[in-house]
């Protein structure tokens, strides 16, 4: 049996419109998504802001109720039986809130064991497993409002953690988090697999999900638009390799003289900070650099570089082709 089976659901809202506050909009959020997570999965759920990411979240924690379709979790339905789900699953989101800063990091987590119930007898041991677990060990009686975003993201992680729930929601953990920080709670989120939990993680950095994620399904406007393994995402839509090459300045007719090149598939630019990049996505073992850099002739060049495709260059793909 799959962890979470999620059948057509929608969630459709109304939305205030126009002056007058009785003029109500209705408003499609998810559109008749369906998806399944195995037992031990860490299941990534990508897309723009305002795709329907953390109202599916929100529907299977029993936050909100499906319009219509079915939810279920550990084979509870999230709208028959909202206590049994509630029970077996924890929520972590981005961002400051949920915390009491004039609280140490062991008071929080002792406040919150009491709210989920955890029986006085394990909570001394189950806080200090999870304090272990999310490296806070060391700043366990320090005041949260000492920590830094990354530390704060570590012990929501904890606090989501406290009734040893099997599967776990995480909706953009790592967002506004350093790049240390951010490596730290994708080293304390990896490890959840390892103990059995299923995990299903929002984001918006590529290279996070990527290495992450054992599958990966890609949403825009409230529709599923691609699912699979990360490799099988970039191999869908992204055969062949990329060319960067980075230009100062791109005159009229460069671009579409390089796409009539035999073995170019597309062209894109970039502009970034004092340059632009032109994107040259080839075929499968076509070595075409000469012919882009002779219609390039005459023009300032800096780097140039070959890669194979990212799950970044297959996500914009995929949602600019969607």
């Known amino acids: 049996m799959s962890v979470v089976e999620v059948d057509d659901i929608h969630r459709r809202y109304r939305a205030r419109a126009g002056v007058l506050w ?35 979240i929100k529907m299977l924690t029993t936050l909100l ?10 084979g509870f339905d999230v709208v028959a039986h909202p206590t049994e789900v509630r029970k077996r699953v924890g929520y972590v989101f981005g961002g400051d809130r949920g915390l009491y800063d004039r ?21 001394r041991r189950r806080i200090g497993q999870l304090l272990e677990l999310v490296d806070l060990r060391e700043r366990q009686r320090e005041r949260v409002e000492g920590f830094s975003r990354g530390m704060r993201q570590r012990l929501h992680i904890a606090r ?14 790592s967002i506004g988090i350093d790049p240390v920080g ?3 709670l994708r080293t304390t989120v990896s490890a959840l697999t390892t103990t059995g939990k299923t995990v299903l993680l929002t984001t918006h950095y590529m290279y996070e999900a990527d290495e992450m994620c054992d599958r990966i399904a890609i949403i825009r406007e409230g529709f599923i638009i691609a699912e699979g393994k990360p490799s099988e995402l970039k191999s869908q839509v992204s055969e062949g390799h990329l060319l960067d090459v980075e230009v100062y300045g ?19 630019v970039e502009d970034r900070e004092q340059a632009q990049v032109l994107l040259v996505r080839t075929e499968p073992a076509m070595e075409i650099a000469p012919a882009i850099l002779d219609c390039l002739g005459g023009l300032t060049i800096g780097k140039v570089s070959a890669r194979a495709p990212t799950l970044e260059d297959a ?4 949602v600019g082709r969607a």
Not at 65 to 74: E, Q, W
Not at 105 to 123: H, I, K, S, T
Not at 315 to 318: A, D, R
């Open 65 to 74: 109720m499906p319009t219509s379709g079915s939810a279920r979790v550990l």
């Open 250 to 268: 791109v005159p009229a007719g460069v671009v579409e003289r390089i796409r009539n090149i035999a073995g170019v598939r597309s062209v894109t």
């Open 22 to 56: 009785r003029q109500r909009q209705e408003t499609e959020a998810v559109r008749g998504v369906s998806f399944r997570i195995e037992p031990g999965e860490m299941f990534g759920l990508l897309g723009p802001n305002g795709a329907g990411k953390t109202t599916i």
């Open 315 to 318: 996500y914009v793909e995929l």
């Open 103 to 123: 609280l140490s990091a062991l008071d929080n987590l002792r406040y919150f064991a009491e709210l989920y119930g955890v029986p006085p007898r394990e909570q």
């Open 182 to 184: 951010a490596r730290k």
């Open 160 to 173: 989501g953690l406290l009734h040893d729930p099997p599967v776990l929601f995480l909706d953009e953990p």
